[in-house]
Structures are given as C-alpha cells and as structure tokens.
Nanobody, 121 residues
Framework: QVQLGESGGGLVQPGGPLRLSCTVS????????MGWYRQAPGKERVLVAV???????NYEDSVKGRFTISRDNAKNKVYLQMNSLNPEDTAVYYC???????????????WGQGTQVTVSS
C-alpha cells in the first residue's frame, strides 16, 4: 500500500517563507512525477509545481520565481520551498505522486491528504 505524508504547513506572515515536505512510502520501485497542487476555498484544485524523475520542473505562472520544487529520488521525497508568500497563496496544499510503479507491478497515481497553508498578518 502506498501512502503520502505531507508536513510543513502552517501560518506565515506575508512575505515570509515556508517549506513543505512529502514522503511517499510503501512497496515502490519508481515514481515518475511528483508534484504539489493547491485548493483555495471555493476554488478548484490546481497545479502549483511538478518535477519529473529526471529533474525537469514546471510551475504555475503565479508562483514562478517564488516557489522551488525539488525531490530526493532515493528517499521518495518531494519538497516545495515557498518564498515571498502572499495571502493569495492561502490554500490546502496536496502532494501528488504520478506513475508510481509498485512491487505488484501496477502503475498508479496517488494523493496526500493535504496540508493547510495560511498567509496572514
């Protein structure tokens, strides 16, 4: 069974930084893409950043230059360093793992339960 565990959310003042972490655990061979999505109240879940196993990244326009996604393939971890946060970044942030190849030789996508990020003074 594959599980995703997120940490690092919380309350931060505008302009401040925050770092999210996510660990994928279970009987896993490889993970293709890892990413972060967010869902603000009353809005749809949207992609924030994604990173492939080879290190290629893609960002939502509003976070470019402020957020950095990285991963540790050996530990099945993905991180999101968020700088210059503003109130519009307030949302529940979800970790995702795509194309996860498990010991049962199945490839599936998985989601974390989400972590709240609130940017407020």
């Amino acid at each position: 069974q594959v599980q995703l565990g997120e940490s690092g959310g919380g309350l931060v003042q505008p302009g401040g930084p925050l770092r999210l972490s996510c660990t994928v655990s279970g009987s896993i061979f490889t993970i293709d893409t890892m990413g972060w999505y967010r869902q603000a109240p009353g809005k749809e879940r949207v992609l924030v950043a994604v990173i492939t196993s080879g290190g290629s990244t893609n960002y939502e326009d509003s976070v470019k230059g402020r957020f950095t996604i990285s991963r540790d393939n050996a530990k099945n971890k993905v991180y999101l360093q968020m700088n210059s946060l503003n109130p519009e970044d307030t949302a529940v942030y979800y970790c995702s793992a795509g194309g996860v190849l498990t010991y049962s030789l199945k490839t599936e996508d998985y989601w974390g339960q989400g972590t709240q990020v609130t940017v407020s003074s």
